[in-house]
């Protein structure tokens, strides 16, 4: 196996503001500390974070380039780059799992509660039944695979393990234990994240691991846009995002977030 250990200096980044919002490309959005969501410009190390596009507050997110998913109190919620509603499913969940990878039907939730999953089929939500009690511990991401089929990251702290399910009967199908552990894991792009003695590793689709400079545990992850992860910790009070890059992941430690009254592109300090 191969590991590199970025230095500091190298890896991780302070974003900033080097450009005017107008100037900047848009790579995602976020969910900042306060429950609001925010876009977010420009280019690894160099990011900005924008004014609020919905003020929530949000439970939890995922985003793709085209649209995103989000929890708030009472619903599900799926959502255009702008923070417009497009549909809403009623939900009384307050941990649901989120993620949606491009177009609007690859939104799918997990609700641990109910015993659920939910999916956008490009009509309504849809949901089925799945009992979580038949895996070898707690889901920590998951994904459509195609229109049968979602893939799972299951951890109980000594294996992380892939599960492929039958969307139907919520039957597995197939499953593969991997050589990583930990309890803070999460995939997404073929990348694996996963916190170990060392600090939070990175798996890359080659193989390759990398150690980024997160000592801490607590950390929530959240896909932002095509190829860009925002991770947090709560403890620490810091706010970071990944562009998953297969040959050079960038790590970028965010700036302040605006206030209400910022403009999109602005961060006001």
Excluded at 87 to 94: C, L, N, R
Excluded at 176 to 199: C, I, K, R, T
Excluded at 232 to 253: C, I
Aim: proline fraction near 7%; aromatic fraction near 6%; charge should be negative.
């Amino acid at each position: 196996m191969i590991r590199k250990i970025l230095p500091f200096g190298l890896m991780l980044g302070v974003a900033a503001v080097v450009w005017a919002g107008s100037f900047a490309p848009r790579i995602g959005a976020i969910r900042e500390p306060d429950g609001s969501i925010h876009p977010l410009f420009g280019l690894p190390s160099n990011l900005i974070v924008g004014g609020p596009v919905l003020a929530g507050p949000v439970l939890a997110a995922s985003f793709s380039d085209q649209a995103g998913l989000v929890l708030v109190r009472g619903s599900i919620e799926l959502i255009s780059p702008d923070g417009k509603i497009v549909s809403s499913y009623p939900t009384g969940e307050m941990n649901a799992l989120l993620d949606i990878d491009d177009a609007l039907d690859t939104a799918l939730a997990w609700l641990p509660s109910a015993g659920k999953f939910v999916r956008w089929n490009g009509r309504v939500f849809a949901d089925s039944a799945f009992d979580a009690s038949r895996l070898a511990g707690d889901i920590r991401a998951a994904h459509l695979l195609d229109s049968d089929h979602l893939e799972l990251l299951v951890a109980n702290g000594e294996t992380l393990e892939r599960v492929c399910i039958s969307i139907a009967d919520g039957v597995p199908v197939r499953s593969e234990v991997l050589p990583e552990s930990g309890e803070a894991a999460f995939q997404a792009n073929s990348f694996l994240l996963f916190h170990d003695a060392s600090g939070l590793e990175l798996r890359g689709p080659d193989g390759a691991m990398r150690t980024l400079p997160i000592p801490q545990a607590d950390l929530v992850f959240e896909k932002s846009g095509k190829d860009w992860l925002h991770i947090s910790s709560a403890s620490a009070g810091q706010q970071w995002m990944l562009h998953l890059d297969a040959r050079n992941p960038v790590l970028s430690e965010l700036p302040g977030t605006p206030t209400a009254e910022a403009a999109p592109g602005e961060t006001v300090k």
